[in-house]
């Protein structure tokens, strides 16, 4: 019963960071966040892909998303506990937390990538995969009790799903690239 409790409370979580981080590219932003500026490297602190748009679009997105589980959560709680587990509580500010982390994590892997010479979309497999969910989790761990069970299933069913939202998108034409 723990493995499923860890499994749900992590995807339960996992809904607004997937949220945060997958919305941002919808919004076809065009200012970038680094206001096109240079780190002492040369190269773009961030780059063209982290736009003021897609920080809004992430942050209000993963928040929504929060402000759903907050709604949903007496009857998914109702559920759980008739199975012997609670359910994490989300409100709209742990929401908007988690979100905040998973786009600050996006970005700092981004400003690595810059780092490493890498140009926009070029596929980093871990770094383009778990950084947002590690700056998700960090961010929020004041305000939630994330386990480290629940912690390596985020990890181990990021890469996934994080492969098969990248190759969907692509198809539909919202990404250059299917990684």
Known sequence: MELISAIINAVW??????????????????????????FSDGERIFGDGKTW?????GLIAGTLYGCLL????????????QNGFEILYINPFIGFILSLGALIGDMIGSFIKRRLKMTRGE?????????????AVLLSLPFIKISLEMFIIMI???????????????LIKMKSVPW
């Open 53 to 57: 748009e897609g920080l809004l679009a």
């Open 70 to 81: 907050w709604l949903l959560y007496p009857y998914a709680n109702f559920l759980a506990v």
């Open 123 to 135: 596929d980093a497999p871990l770094l383009d995969q778990e950084n947002f969910i590690l700056g």
């Open 13 to 38: 979580i996992l809904i607004p960071v997937y949220a945060a981080n997958g919305f941002p590219v919808l919004s076809r932003g065009k200012r970038p966040i680094d206001f096109g500026k240079k």
């Open 156 to 170: 181990l069913f990021t890469p996934i799903i994080h492969r098969f939202a990248n190759i969907s998108g692509y």
